[in-house]
């Protein structure tokens, strides 16, 4: 409690430096709040992306159906596989008429329909990389009845690319911008902490202890980067909230983030805390 009361004390006291502080953390955390919504949002639009990849096998003319019932419920036991559908003949020319309007008039003059029968099947979650949707397709491959097998190699590739080359660069900026915000919380802490060396000074001389001085201090450092991270999650939120309402839609972060991000805050605050006043005393005790 005697802690608390100081940091508050001193926050008073130098309402400007505290504010500084507060200032200089909101801000940092904002910008690295900017980007985790970037990041977040680039990842959910490429796992609905990846949501859509499929394979789908080919049937030779005339398979009975009864092959086509053991088969699907054979594919259907595949780890890897969420669901199959079978599309008749019929349904493929549904489909494809419905989709490609413009020729709809071609279809509708056939006599004889071309669209061969498949199976299509969804992947589960977890099982969508391109080394799982090529072991599945051999597989397919593997049915005498089956004439061809498809799936988009190249786009499946793709996807899977634009995934590590997000995932590295999140983590690349991610850590420039942690790195960037540590040194500028550190340098407005420090000022706080220098502007009372007096007080660490007077202290000192009465025989107080290095941890019975760093307290109070900590103590601050920690309200301070509460108060930061506060700062940040209203300002990413307020960036949030006017790009989905003028420009397009986004997903707002997960609630272990924002958890995460106050964490952050509260932690960066206390180390650069820490930090500044343990230099000062250490200076302090060199003259």
Same mark, same amino acid.
């Given at each position: 409690?005697?802690?608390l009361?100081?940091a @508050?004390?001193g926050?008073?006291?130098?309402?400007?430096?505290?504010?500084?502080?507060i200032?200089?953390?909101?801000?940092?955390?904002?910008?690295?709040?900017? $980007?985790?919504?970037t990041?977040h949002?680039?990842?959910?639009?490429?796992?609905? !992306?990846?949501?859509?990849?499929?394979?789908?096998?080919?049937?030779?003319?005339?398979?009975?159906?009864?092959?086509?019932?053991v088969?699907?419920?054979?594919?259907?036991?595949?780890?890897?596989?969420?669901?199959?559908?079978?599309?008749?003949?019929?349904?493929?020319?549904y489909?494809?008429s419905?989709?490609?309007?413009?020729?709809?008039?071609?279809?509708?003059?056939?006599? !004889?329909?071309?669209?061969?029968?498949?199976?299509?099947?969804?992947l589960?979650? =977890?099982?969508?990389?391109p080394?799982?949707?090529?072991?599945?397709?051999?597989?397919?491959?593997?049915?005498?009845?089956?004439?061809?097998?498809?799936y988009?190699?190249?786009?499946?590739?793709?996807?899977?690319?634009?995934?590590?080359?997000? =995932?590295?660069?999140?983590?690349?900026?991610?850590?420039?911008?942690?790195?960037?915000?540590?040194?500028?919380?550190?340098?407005?802490?420090?000022?706080? !902490?220098?502007a009372?060396?007096?007080?660490?000074?007077?202290?000192?001389?009465?025989?107080?202890?290095?941890? $019975?001085?760093?307290?109070?201090?900590?103590?601050?450092?920690?309200?301070?980067?509460?108060?930061?991270?506060?700062?940040?999650?209203?300002? @990413?939120?307020l960036?949030?909230? @006017?790009?989905?309402?003028?420009?397009?839609?986004?997903q707002w972060?997960?609630?272990?983030?924002?958890?995460?991000g106050?964490?952050?805050?509260?932690?960066?605050?206390?180390?650069?805390?820490?930090?500044?006043?343990?230099?000062?005393?250490?200076?302090?005790?060199?003259?």
């Amino acid at each position: 409690m005697r802690s608390l009361r100081e940091a @508050t004390r001193g926050m008073r006291r130098a309402p400007l430096l505290s504010g500084l502080s507060i200032a200089a953390i909101g801000l940092s955390l904002f910008i690295i709040g900017l $980007f985790a919504l970037t990041a977040h949002n680039i990842d959910e639009a490429l796992t609905d !992306v990846e949501s859509r990849v499929e394979v789908v096998a080919y049937l030779e003319e005339g398979t009975p159906e009864a092959i086509v019932s053991v088969a699907r419920s054979e594919i259907g036991g595949f780890p890897e596989i969420e669901e199959v559908r079978f599309v008749s003949k019929v349904e493929a020319l549904y489909d494809a008429s419905r989709e490609l309007t413009e020729f709809s008039d071609v279809f509708s003059d056939l006599e !004889v329909n071309p669209l061969p029968a498949s199976f299509e099947l969804r992947l589960r979650e =977890g099982s969508r990389t391109p080394e799982d949707v090529e072991r599945v397709a051999e597989r397919l491959r593997g049915y005498e009845f089956v004439e061809e097998v498809r799936y988009g190699r190249e786009w499946v590739d793709k996807v899977y690319a634009l995934r590590r080359i997000a =995932g590295g660069a999140a983590l690349a900026l991610g850590s420039a911008f942690a790195l960037g915000s540590i040194l500028l919380i550190g340098t407005a802490v420090r000022m706080a !902490v220098l502007a009372r060396s007096r007080e660490i000074s007077i202290m000192q001389t009465v025989g107080a202890t290095d941890s $019975f001085i760093r307290r109070p201090f900590l103590v601050e450092g920690l309200l301070t980067g509460v108060a930061g991270g506060i700062l940040a999650l209203g300002l @990413t939120w307020l960036a949030w909230w @006017t790009v989905n309402r003028s420009l397009l839609e986004l997903q707002w972060l997960p609630d272990l983030w924002v958890a995460l991000g106050i964490v952050l805050a509260a932690a960066l605050g206390v180390l650069a805390a820490g930090r500044g006043v343990r230099k000062e005393i250490s200076r302090i005790e060199a003259l």
